[in-house]
T-cell receptor, first 118, second 114 residues
Framework: EAQVTQNPRYLITVTGKKLTVTCSQN?????MSWYRQDPGLGLRQIYY???????DKGDVPEGYKVSRKEKRNFPLILESPSPNQTSLYFC?????????????????FGPGTRLTVT | AQSVTQPDIHITVSEGASLELRCNYS??????LFWYVQSPGQGLQLLLK??????LVQGIKGFEAEFKRSQSSFNLRKPSVHWSDAAEYFC????????????FGGGTRLMVKP
């Protein structure tokens, strides 16, 4: 089954304790992204990756790091979490397309990770 | 920078009634437009998308949306709402040449009365 998986699904942690949220997709997609969802603000992009070893900042990158060492994985790292990073996080992936077929821009979302930082 | 506005934070409709969710975008060129639905406790699922061509697009679950360039709008419609449509709906825009970066609206939460 084609899917995007995230772990953990729920996490409660304390300020300053480093954490990593994993994301993995099995669709061989080139593009992957991380979003955070906050009430009334919709989803905001944190980081995105166009391919292995290619990452760039989204709209709200402060306090986050990412890496893309393998095509299927795109972990989100919070080196020193703070309470304002309490949020619902989504990973997404999509297909870039080929030289003969344009990618369809449809993003496949993971189930979300609810993070609480106290 | 592009932006997406969903003016209605909450909407309540009766089951069987028609539905229209509003979405306005701000972007210089013709954007790629999307509607996603998020059921409680779930991730996002794509309902429909507009790239070019026919301005009325059909999606899954009986939804449709109409792109109106003159109004910078991409409103979502459904002729008869079912109780299972209760969810949060997000409009999003992607830049033509920016890979798959999406800018989302704030969302509209739909409640359905029996």
């Amino acid at each position: 089954e084609a899917q995007v998986t995230q772990n953990p699904r729920y996490l409660i942690t304390v300020t300053g304790k480093k954490l990593t949220v994993t994301c993995s997709q099995n669709m061989n997609h080139e593009y992957m992204s991380w979003y955070r969802q906050d009430p009334g603000l919709g989803l905001r992009q944190i980081y995105y990756s166009m391919n292995v070893e290619v990452t760039d900042k989204g709209d709200v990158p402060e306090g986050y790091k990412v890496s893309r060492k393998e095509k299927r994985n795109f972990p989100l790292i919070l080196e020193s979490p703070s309470p304002n990073q309490t949020s619902l996080y989504f990973c997404a992936s999509s297909w870039r397309g080929t030289t003969s077929k344009v990618g369809n821009y449809e993003q496949y979302f993971g189930p979300g990770t609810r993070l609480t930082v106290t | 920078a592009q932006s997406v506005t969903q003016p209605d934070i909450h909407i309540t409709v009766s089951e069987g009634a028609s539905l229209e969710l509003r979405c306005n975008y701000s972007y210089g060129a013709t954007p790629y437009l999307f509607w996603y639905v998020q059921s409680p406790g779930q991730g996002l699922q794509l309902l429909l998308k507009y790239f070019s061509g026919d301005t009325l697009v059909q999606g899954i679950k009986g939804f449709e949306a109409e792109f109106k360039r003159s109004q910078s709008s991409f409103n979502l419609r459904k002729p008869s709402v079912h109780w299972s449509d209760a969810a949060e709906y997000f409009c999003a825009v992607a830049l033509n040449n920016a890979g798959n970066m999406l800018t989302f609206g704030g969302g509209t939460r739909l409640m359905v009365k029996p």
